[in-house]
């Protein structure tokens, strides 16, 4: 039997892996200490879970990234020693209290020299592979930053060969959607806020319009208010249910808010046969809320206007 490793695979590992090793040291610098929740290291990626109750704001992370570029540029030396629990003890090495630890231990240290000081040290027990020297990284890119539980946040990177890969997918995203504008890749943000208020104008010339049809038909129901198929009248309240008239075309919530901005001189229950209701009270002295409460409906609102979604809306009618 032949054991044999595959060298690429192992040094993807490995940079993935002292990668986490400066990012839980840059998040400690950041945050003042951080916890480690969980993390996860694969070839030329990585995935730390933290506890924090506050997403990182887009200028952390920027600054969380160019600090781990700088640290990685810096070539300093990885160290790596074993020695016993207590002398590493004595380093001020991390450890993680989830995990248990024999009589040797394995430190890992990672040490920038700053104006021939050496104030910047990562220290943390690891039987992980790593490489020898942070400038064998290459290079760390953030990815994503998320939230996994309550209190737990999240962030992948990748690094190495991946950071390219990544690269080239998002250049290709970006070519793509530049010829789909039909514009240049510099031109995008600007050709980008020119649809959006565009589409705004739309969205508002369409509400307009929407109103204009659904109260245009709310008045042919009111000229055929004699018609039962249409229009049923129980005392002062006026009947419509939107299933299988033109009204069905448009969506519930438009139309009851145009019958009360626009027919607010009437009492209506609006309904269709999803058995959504709304119940508005236009004129003469009477709650809406009462109404509802006397026809045993579950819904919510005021003394003019309620809405719900009942069953027993169609014993009403």
């Known amino acids: 039997m032949k054991l044999t490793v595959n060298k690429q695979q192992r040094q993807a590992k490995m940079r993935a892996h002292t990668a986490t090793h400066l990012l839980h040291f840059a998040l400690d610098k950041m945050l003042g200490g951080t916890k480690q929740a969980g993390s996860l290291v694969d070839d030329d990626y990585l995935r730390f879970d933290f506890a924090s109750k506050d997403a990182l704001t887009p200028t952390q992370l920027a600054e969380l990234e160019y600090s781990l570029n700088s640290w990685i540029a810096t070539g300093a030396d990885v160290i790596i020693a074993e020695m016993s629990m207590d002398e590493a003890s004595q380093t001020g090495a991390k450890a993680f209290f989830e995990d248990k630890y024999g009589d040797t231990v394995r430190v890992v240290r990672i040490q920038w020299e700053v104006q021939n000081d050496l104030d910047i040290n990562s220290i943390e027990l690891c039987?992980?592979?790593?490489?020898?020297?942070?400038?064998?990284?290459?290079?760390?890119?953030?990815?994503?930053?998320?939230?996994?539980?309550?209190?737990?946040?999240?962030?992948?990177?990748?690094?190495?060969t991946k950071v390219a890969d990544y690269a080239n997918t998002l250049s290709a995203q970006l070519q793509q959607l530049s010829t789909t504008l039909d514009c240049q890749p510099s031109q995008l943000e600007n050709k980008l806020q020119k649809i959006l208020k565009?589409?705004?104008?739309?969205?508002?010339?369409?509400?307009?319009?929407?109103?204009?049809?659904?109260?245009?038909?709310?008045?042919?129901?009111?000229?055929?208010c004699e018609l039962p198929s249409v229009w049923s009248a129980r005392g002062n309240w006026c009947i419509i249910n939107t299933t299988d008239t033109d009204l069905d075309h448009h969506n519930f919530k438009d139309v009851v808010n145009t019958a009360k901005s626009r027919r607010s001189d009437r009492n209506w229950i609006i309904y269709n046969n999803e058995w959504n209701f709304a119940i508005y009270v236009g004129i003469w002295n009477m709650s809406a809320k009462q109404f509802a409460k006397e026809q045993w409906l579950k819904g919510g609102g005021s003394d003019q206007f309620v809405q719900g979604r009942d069953v027993k809306i169609k014993e009403v009618i």
């Open 198 to 224: 565009d589409y705004e104008h739309i969205q508002a010339d369409h509400a307009w319009l929407q109103g204009k049809i659904i109260c245009t038909h709310l008045e042919e129901f009111h000229n055929q």
């Open 127 to 160: 039987w992980g592979t790593h490489v020898t020297n942070t400038s064998h990284i290459w290079v760390c890119k953030i990815i994503d930053h998320s939230s996994v539980a309550s209190g737990i946040r999240r962030i992948e990177a990748v690094t190495g």
